[in-house]
């Protein structure tokens, strides 16, 4: 039973009716139709999942019955309860309880759990807010999440599974009837994942009806009753989940069109020499000095090698791969990098670029990507002396490299214009890759470069960081999905608690031994 399911019952809604239903929706941007005559049914008190890949029209569609695109700008009914609705803002979509959970929190990292459940319908009396009572309400639907934190506490001191549920008690406190999740686990641990399924699971019982789209093919099979499938703008098809209609390879058919014979492109591995080196790296925490994130952790690279960093959320992949870029996380301690036969300092990102090491931000969004630049200034945005004559950018040589990198990379959009808070989750991970190519590194890191995007589009970026390497540039793939990892990697260093555990060649691994050696300390690996 979860947390939810030992909470106060919901009066079930009634399940034969639908609680929603989306007729005709069409909505076109400039010069492109992000969605053509879109039509889906959700029954009340059922999970409806929304398959599709990158560009597909999922985040569009659920922004049109959201309010985030008000009514007016689309064409097409909205019908929720029996009611023809015409959102003009998303305060009006929730004041009749259909609440979304975006895949870039909304949450402010500086004020508390409490704060941030009750910002913008705080409990107030004569003008003066009530904290006393706003605390014990947090508390409350922090105890029906099933997140035992204290409700003062900041949200920038909590991880990212517990401010998912913090975005779910927020819902909650809206008396959510209609509860929509954009890749709800996409940042989540395999533990935190399978929490927050259980709890959704937990909202049905209690008859709150819920949307969720999501890449994880599995997790939409383990708790959807249907799911409706979007190519290119256009509904595909509607799948029963209880008649048995559903497999991940229809599933996939549907979202790219054709089927997949492997989830991975086959390789043929021209590995070299050694180039790359750290040797002996330690770096403490930025605001807990006492603690070390990387403790004296060493590793090596060979030039055309995929070398993948395997471990648990916060056992230290990120501030490893961080602190090598330049410094660019805590405070260095002592190491050394060893670059071509001999030690290079690499104390700023500048050096780092300057060294021929580049390095993709698990989070797009905010490290990756001013959400203000167009494409082309995107792309050439980490090395714009590559481009520019006499200190000024050259206009013409900006656009040729931009548009060649959008046509090899398949970048969804019409021109190279478009601002790139327009593209896809899958589309920016596109540009943030080609950012990184387009300043010829040797070395290549990747921090969860598939995260949050589909099938289809991974497949295409595996694709491109093969034949990276094939042209000898050495690749640090950052992974949380072991699969990914054993499907594209050729060797794989384990990290448990800041320590690299293990140095496994990919041939002799396999999903048991590599959560082993995540999950426990092992034998301190050796750079090979």
């Known amino acids: 039973m979860t947390a939810v399911d030992a909470a106060t019952p919901l009066v079930p809604a009634a399940r034969e009716a639908n609680i929603l239903e989306m007729r005709g929706i069409s909505k076109v941007f ?7 005559d879109v039509s889906i049914s959700v029954g009340a008190g059922q999970i409806h999942a ?6 597909a029209g999922k985040s569009t569609l659920m922004k049109v019955l959201s309010g985030v695109y008000p009514y007016g700008s689309y064409s097409g009914d909205i019908v929720y309860r029996g009611q023809l609705q015409r959102f003009r803002n998303v305060g009006s979509s929730e004041a009749v309880g259909i609440v979304t959970i975006h895949q870039e929190f909304a ?18 009396r004569g003008g003066v807010i009530d904290w006393h009572e706003q605390h014990r309400r947090a508390a409350e639907l922090l105890e029906r999440v099933g997140l035992h934190e204290d409700p003062k506490t900041r949200i920038k001191h909590i ?5 998912q549920l913090v975005e779910i008690a927020r819902a909650l406190h809206k008396d959510v009837q209609l509860l929509i999740l954009d890749e709800p686990t996409a940042t989540l641990n395999g533990r935190d994942s399978q929490h927050l399924l259980e709890l959704i699971l937990g909202l049905k019982e209690r008859g709150v009806s819920s949307i969720i789209i999501s890449h994880k093919l599995n997790e939409i099979e383990q708790i959807a009753d249907s799911i409706t499938i979007l190519r290119d703008g256009h509904t595909i098809e509607t799948l029963n989940v209880k008649a ?13 069109g054709r089927s997949l014979q492997s989830r991975f492109p086959d390789r043929d591995p021209k590995i070299g020499e050694v180039f790359f080196e750290v040797r002996n790296w330690t770096v403490r925490h930025p605001q807990v000095p006492e603690r070390l994130v990387c403790n004296d952790e060493s590793f090596a690279v060979r030039r055309g090698e995929i070398v993948g960093l395997a471990g648990l959320m916060g056992a230290g992949r990120t501030e490893l791969a961080m602190s090598v870029f330049g410094r ?7 190491g050394s990098i060893i670059k071509d036969g001999r030690e290079i300092v690499l104390s700023t990102v500048s050096d780092a670029i300057r060294h021929g090491i580049a390095y993709l931000s698990e989070d797009r969004t905010t490290l990756g990507l001013n959400l203000l630049d167009d494409v082309k200034d995107s792309i050439v945005a980490a090395k714009l002396g590559k481009i520019s004559r006499a200190g000024l950018v050259d206009d013409i040589e900006q656009r040729r490299v931009a548009d060649s990198y959008r046509r090899g990379l398949r970048i969804k959009t019409p021109t190279v214009d478009e601002g790139v808070s327009s593209l896809s989750g899958g589309n920016q991970q596109k540009v943030v890759l080609a950012k990184w190519m387009f300043t010829d590194p040797d070395l290549l ?15 295409e970026i595996y694709g491109i960081i093969q034949q990276l390497a094939a ?4 690749i640090v793939l950052i992974s949380s999905e072991l699969p990914e990892l054993l499907g594209i990697c050729d060797r794989i260093y384990t990290i448990f608690e800041g320590r690299i555990t293990n140095d496994l060649q990919t041939a002799d691994a396999d999903p048991e031994t590599l959560m082993r050696s995540i999950t426990t300390t092992q034998k301190k690996a050796t750079s090979r």
């Open 30 to 36: 400039p010069g492109v139709k992000a969605l053509s």
């Open 50 to 55: 929304i398959a599709g890949e990158n560009g």
């Open 107 to 124: 949450l402010i990292p500086e004020l508390t759990i409490t704060e941030n459940i009750f910002l913008g319908s705080e409990l107030a």
């Open 159 to 163: 991880g990212v599974g517990k401010q």
């Open 244 to 256: 048995h209609e559903v497999d991940e390879d229809r599933i996939i058919r549907g979202m790219v």
């Open 328 to 334: 660019s996380y805590g405070s260095y301690v002592s």
């Open 445 to 459: 890191i990747l921090d969860e470069p598939t995260r949050g995007i589909d099938v289809g589009a991974k497949f």
């Open 471 to 474: 042209q000898g540039t050495g």
